[in-house]
């Protein structure tokens, strides 16, 4: 069974000019300490999806459709009588079974308190009966686990004398003194420079044998997740257009948006990157009906993309693709 299972997830927020369609049936689900990528430019649902998941979306925002299921338990909001036993149950996933790791820490982090407090806090909540001691020894040991040196003295820090990736890596030791079921990092290493970005993900990557949570992993960088997630899933439009183990998604692709994103990445073997952005810019979620959200900037679009998307295919148990360049009749066109 899946830790984290979404089905047929739809989101919307009203605004004055129309419902913007922002997370439009999406499926998806990540295993006990599997780590999921979702991966796809700015805009396409990525954190709406994860924040309809952890009840956080803003106030126009709501789920109308679908269902969340996390360890076996249904927790969509359509699945609550009154929004006030919503409420309370997610404050209580919030803080024990769901972790959220955002791009900037300070969003998280109070800057008028010690590390020491902020960090012992969520200990002592989770360990009812630990003493104070106690606690803080915990603390100093969790940030061992996340690379910070000399935890001892820097405990009693503000979170203005760290760097950016030391925050980070502060704020990934809070989610695990939760030790929660999933953890979901939402660009973690977005903010930081390239350096530090590769330390923050090879601590997460280091993290994923030693913790049995499962990690979900967004970000718009298809690079960011080739070495640490197991799985990965395309999101663009507001809908999952692929989704695959790492080695499917990056040896044998086959939706055009997933092919365009792996060409953005910069090949390590030549000596001077070059990047192939995709050109056109992402539909207008404002508007968006049953065609495939990628036809204005496929090259390879057919009419039929424009008068909706294809069922997803599935190419093994783990691999799915909706794509009109999978039927039959299209074969030569979509073969390359
Ligand atoms: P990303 O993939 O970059 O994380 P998001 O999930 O944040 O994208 O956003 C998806 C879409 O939802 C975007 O078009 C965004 O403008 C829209 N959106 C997010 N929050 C709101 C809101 N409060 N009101 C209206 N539209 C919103
Ligand atoms: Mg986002």
Known sequence: MAMLEINNLTTQFST??????????????????????????????????????????????????????????????????????????????????????????????????KIETQLVEPIINHNPGISKAEAKKRAIEL???VGIPSPESRISQYPHQFSGGMRQRIIIAIALACNPKVIIADEPTTALDVTIQAQVLDLIASLKDTIDSSIIMITHDLGVVASICDRIAI?????????????????????????????????????????????????DLLSVSDECPFVDRCEKAMKICKIKMNEYKKYSETHSCSCWLSHEMASGKGEE
């Open 16 to 113: 004055e000019n129309g419902a913007v369609k922002a997370v439009r049936d999406v499926s998806l689900y990540v295993e006990k300490g599997e780590v999921l990528g979702i991966v796809g430019e700015s805009g396409s649902g990525k954190s709406q999806t994860m924040f309809s998941t952890m009840g956080l979306l803003a106030a126009n925002g709501k789920v109308v459709n679908g269902s969340i299921k996390l360890d076996g338990k249904e927790i969509s909001p359509l699945s609550f009588k009154t929004n006030k036993e919503y409420e309370s149950t997610m404050d209580d996933i919030r803080g024990n079974d769901m972790a959220m790791i955002f791009q900037d820490p300070m969003t998280f982090l109070n800057p008028t308190l």
């Open 143 to 145: 940030m061992k686990k």
């Open 235 to 283: 999101m663009y439009g507001g809908k999952i257009v692929e989704t695959g183990t790492a080695e499917e998604i990056f040896y044998n692709s086959k939706h055009p948006y997933t092919k365009g994103l792996l060409e953005c990445i910069a090949n390590p073997e030549e000596e001077r990157k070059k990047l192939h952005p995709i050109p056109g810019s992402p539909p």
